[in-house]
């Protein structure tokens, strides 16, 4: 993970999570995906020993790669290897993919900012490329349940992603600057953003385009720039003229850079 994320020029969080959006499936499953197929190959072409197979392809034992090819490909590897009708479909690797995002030409040129130490209180949840779509349910949640927060600092909110994992999981935190962590009320949770500098993002138009503003930022915008982020959360900002019921207003997202 930490070899392909360099190779990408990004955190194995980062990637972590962009794969999964760009894909579909974790960057862990790819990979598994693509250990199965050249196993499938090697027994098209004639190999004997299934667990020298096995082996080759990443898998510790006989019984596990059994359990993985019968899972990918439907049948047992020894019923694929003595039946030349059943390989075909399972020589070459070619998955479709639902590459929904599009690059947006029209996203401005990023700003540099210094931000201060950010404490962030409000709702908090793990999501992976299944269930991504519900974080809008963890913004209703946060408005209905708790409204204005003690120690609330202005009118602006923030969705922070962090802890990222091998898997394509995530954190994700809606929520509020506040003063302090004290004095919050139960069932809220908090993170603290250490001050540092951050490469700026801002879209003008509806949070329906999120999805494509942050592909074009991962896939056009940091590549051609030559930026490695730094292996910390990044946030979405949305200003107190963001309207929580319409989407209009705006939003912006925040890119942690090293020092």
């Known amino acids: ?100 995002p599009v690059i947006l030409e029209d996203l401005t040129a990023p700003r540099i900012e210094t931000a201060g130490l950010l404490v962030i209180a409000g709702l908090s949840d793990s999501y992976d490329a299944g269930n991504v779509a519900t974080i809008p349910a963890l913004w209703q949640r946060l408005m209905q349940d708790y409204g204005h927060l003690p120690g609330q600092i202005g009118g602006v909110s923030y969705g922070v992603c962090y802890n990222g994992d091998g898997q394509g999981r995530f954190d994700y935190l809606a929520g509020m600057a506040v003063e302090s962590a004290r004095d919050l009320p139960a069932g809220l949770q908090t993170i603290c953003l250490p001050a540092r500098r951050y490469l700026v993002f801002a879209w003008p138009g509806h949070i329906s385009q999120i999805r494509d503003v942050v592909h074009t930022i991962w896939n056009k915008a940091l590549p051609e720039r030559g930026i490695t982020p730094a292996a910390a959360p990044d946030f979405e900002r949305y200003p107190e003229s963001f309207d929580g019921r319409t989407g209009d207003g705006g939003f912006e997202i925040w890119i942690p850079l090293a020092d």
Not at 12 to 24: D, E, K, S, V
Not at 33 to 54: E, F, S
Not at 77 to 93: G, K, T, V
């Open 1 to 100: 993970m930490d070899q392909i994320a360099a190779v990408a020029g990004v955190s194995r969080f980062h990637l972590c999570r962009c794969f999964a959006a760009a894909t579909g499936v974790t960057v862990m499953r790819r990979l598994r995906h693509v250990r199965l197929y050249a196993a499938a190959r090697m027994l098209a072409g004639g190999a004997h020993d299934i667990l020298t197979v096995a082996i080759d392809c990443g898998y510790g034992s006989h019984a596990a790669f059994t359990h993985a090819f019968r899972d990918r490909f439907g049948i047992p590897p020894e019923r694929f290897r003595a039946d030349a009708r059943l390989r075909p479909s399972a020589i070459s690797l070619q998955e479709p993919y639902p590459m929904q």
